[in-house]
């Protein structure tokens, strides 16, 4: 009989809906939810300075002051540091994904080595409770860096410091440098952020074309070349 027939037992492991449902209700809670504060007066805008990205690092001989849509030449010393802050932030997430791939989908010793096949399809396999510990990990790391390098809106009462960095804070500086690699001196500093820049930008453009690849194909990266 169709009605007595036994229902399939739910599936387990979380979805990609799931996931994410608790970190962007927060964070509406946070950017939406009660009233706002009040506002101060308004700050007198900084000056547009004529140094391209106000002197910060990342300009290279190939292609050079690279802003074909002119976003810079407008932007303010806050606005262009805040971009600069999530290049930074998105170039070393860049730099895990593309090494994630690489490893992840032929070294896999986690989970009794079950979760195998392109590294786009490994989301669906992971157990419930290793998403939760993720993002609470992810969660930590966000906090620190929101309270280490931007303005507390909190105190200051104010919607002009919204997304603004601490003036004495360096986009990407975390003071976090165990190996003890940050050079004293600003030149090799500024040579040593370069070569991060420039990394992270080439690992961007790579975990893209790793996801692109493999959702058409459905084959790990080395797969292609067997």
Avoid at 185 to 204: C, V
Wanted: aromatic share 10%.
């Amino acid at each position: 009989d169709v009605a007595t027939r036994r229902r399939p037992s739910p599936d387990p492991r979380i979805t990609v809906a799931e996931m994410l449902f608790v970190p962007v209700t927060v964070a509406a809670l946070g950017l939406f939810g009660g009233a706002k504060p009040a506002k101060k007066a308004a700050k007198k805008a900084a000056p547009v300075s004529s140094e391209f990205a106000y002197g910060l690092p990342g300009v290279t001989p190939f292609p050079g002051e690279f802003d074909p849509l002119g976003l810079s030449a407008k932007a303010t010393k806050d606005q262009v540091y805040s971009w600069r802050e999530a290049e930074i932030t998105h170039g070393r997430v860049g730099m895990l994904a593309a090494l994630g791939f690489l490893v992840q989908e032929n070294f896999h010793p986690l989970f009794d080595g079950k979760i195998t096949g392109p590294a786009i399809e490994h989301i669906p396999q992971l157990p419930t409770t290793f998403w939760w510990i993720l993002i609470s990990a992810i969660g930590v790391c966000e906090s620190y860096r929101a309270q280490y390098g931007w303005e507390d809106t909190l105190s200051t009462k104010s919607t002009d410091d919204t997304f603004r960095l601490r003036d004495d804070y360096t986009p990407g500086d975390l003071k976090f440098d165990p190996l003890g690699l940050k050079p004293d001196d600003p030149e090799e500093f500024a040579a040593l952020q370069l070569k991060e820049l420039n990394n992270g930008r080439l690992a961007m453009i790579a975990a893209a074309g790793f996801l692109a690849q493999e959702a058409v194909d459905h084959k790990t990266i080395f797969g292609h070349f067997a």
